[in-house]
């Protein structure tokens, strides 16, 4: 197993590793099992041995290599010495050329992308820290390192994105591209002092997973006729809303690709670009250069923008230009932080948009969550393919609620929230609730985990 022939980086770069073996026989997976020239210099690295050769799924092969990496950093010592200026000193003076902490740092990127986690945790403790992946919205604890390791990961991930690798006291942001034979990331950096050192939280953007279509999301086929409409519109403002981490990003991102068009200029404000799309011109607010999206906003309009997409809409400024765009006959789209559709229509209001402009702006409202769906192989008992969660992947929950000459005559009117919502049900409007029984019903997850996600319904 330690033959210099199969190292992490030989591994990585050829597409093989060693899995296994079985008294003179050695067991290697492959990402290219047909790599005939690959196999004939493996059996001669190990003439005394019967090589046996499997093709391996890439995350099957990026989990092995992961395992790699990481048994690799167990052959270097490291004491448990506590936090000292003079031992984070020493382990900085080295830090960029020491092998072990890169094999340690791709190993956990490796496991992260092999588990389909979003985000990396390294969270710093009394003697050591906790690294935990965030799975289908859920943190999972994958293990531990030494404190020395923690600060040694901390100041690589540092230098790579051009971030003070001595600052250990104050916040920092950062970005970085990291690409691999194995896998080409987008990832954003979080670091943040604690008691115990550091907590680190990466967001992984994986550049392969981009939304191509918006029929991957998951969105019912009910609301194919909303997503058409939305689509074939030529101006007006359409709200995504949901808390945190629900997917509103995506869904945007998705629209937007099925938008590119050459004949149509597409702007975006967002913080931070999380998805980079080709063709369309991507705007990252920045607070500390004054860039923020009122800013940007009042900017862009000189750009001769279709459409615009509005990452956030914060406040009264953000607001009243969104409303100014879609006005003037550009498709604005843009997200809010609401529990519901419905609620969208009376943040505005609460702003400060008025409510007649309100109803001549307002073309659709989509109202979203994510839910984990049932794994196909262990059917949520639990097994290694679902990390024992019983769930693999996720998929939408949403309500639509277009707004048609009547709700726009309603909104207008001023009319209260309870008296939109019993018209809405006369309408058979379909909530959230619906969207999610619809899914349990046909096998795709459980009520379990619509209630985790939804709570009880009201």
């Known amino acids: 197993m330690k033959n210099p022939a199969l190292s992490p980086a030989f591994c990585a770069a050829n597409g093989i590793v060693m899995t296994g073996a079985e008294g003179r026989t050695l067991f290697f997976g492959m990402l290219h099992g047909s790599d005939t020239v690959l196999k004939t210099r493996i059996k001669k690295t190990y003439p005394e041995n019967h090589c046996a050769f499997k093709e391996l799924l890439p995350d099957e092969f990026n989990l092995k290599l992961s395992q790699l990496y990481a048994e690799e950093t167990l052959y ?59 799975i289908d919205g859920l943190l999972i604890e994958s293990g531990t390192i030494t404190r020395d390791r923690a600060i040694a990961v901390s100041a690589r991930l540092k230098i790579l994105a051009n971030l003070n690798v001595l600052e250990n006291r104050r916040p920092q942001d950062g970005h970085i591209d990291v690409e691999t034979d194995a896998y080409s990331l987008d990832v954003r950096i979080s670091i943040i002092p604690t008691i115990w050192g550091e907590s680190i939280v990466l967001r992984l953007l994986a550049r392969s997973d981009l939304p191509f279509t918006l029929d991957s999301l998951g969105f019912s086929g009910k609301y194919k006729k909303h997503l058409d409409d939305i689509l074939r519109a030529s101006s007006g403002l359409v709200l995504v809303t949901g808390p945190t981490g629900s997917g509103k990003t995506t869904t945007l991102a998705a629209i937007l690709k099925e938008l590119n068009i050459k004949s149509t200029k597409i702007i975006s404000i967002e913080d931070p670009v999380e998805y980079r799309l080709e063709g369309i011109t991507q705007i990252q607010v920045s607070e500390e250069l004054e860039l923020t999206f009122d800013a940007l906003l009042r900017r862009i309009f000189r750009q001769d923008p279709d459409i615009i997409m509005i990452g956030e809409i914060r406040d009264i400024e953000t607001a009243e230009l969104a409303v100014r765009a879609a006005l003037t006959g550009h498709l604005v789209f843009a997200t809010l932080h609401t529990n519901n559709a419905l609620e969208a229509v009376y943040r505005l209001q609460n702003m400060g948009i008025p409510p007649y402009m309100v109803s001549a702006v307002l073309r659709t409202v989509i109202a979203q969550r994510l839910i984990r769906k049932i794994c196909p192989v262990c059917n949520t008992k639990g097994c290694v393919e679902c990390s024992h969660t019983g769930y693999v992947g996720r998929t939408a929950l949403a309500e639509f609620i277009p707004v048609t000459v009547e709700l726009s005559d309603l909104i207008a009117g001023g009319t209260h929230i309870e008296k939109l919502r019993m018209y809405l049900q006369k309408k058979k409007f379909r909530t959230l609730y619906d969207d999610a029984d619809e899914k349990a019903a046909s096998g795709i997850t459980t009520k379990a985990e619509i209630q985790r996600e939804l709570g009880v319904r009201q």
Do not use: Q, W
């Open 76 to 134: 270097e010592t490291t004491g448990n010495s506590m936090d000292t200026g003079d031992n984070r000193a020493s382990i900085i003076d080295h830090i960029a050329d020491d092998a072990p902490v890169v094999n340690l740092l791709n190993s956990i990127f490796l496991e992260a992308l092999s588990k389909r986690a979003s985000d990396i945790h390294i969270e710093s403790g009394r003697a050591e820290s906790i690294i935990r992946y965030r």
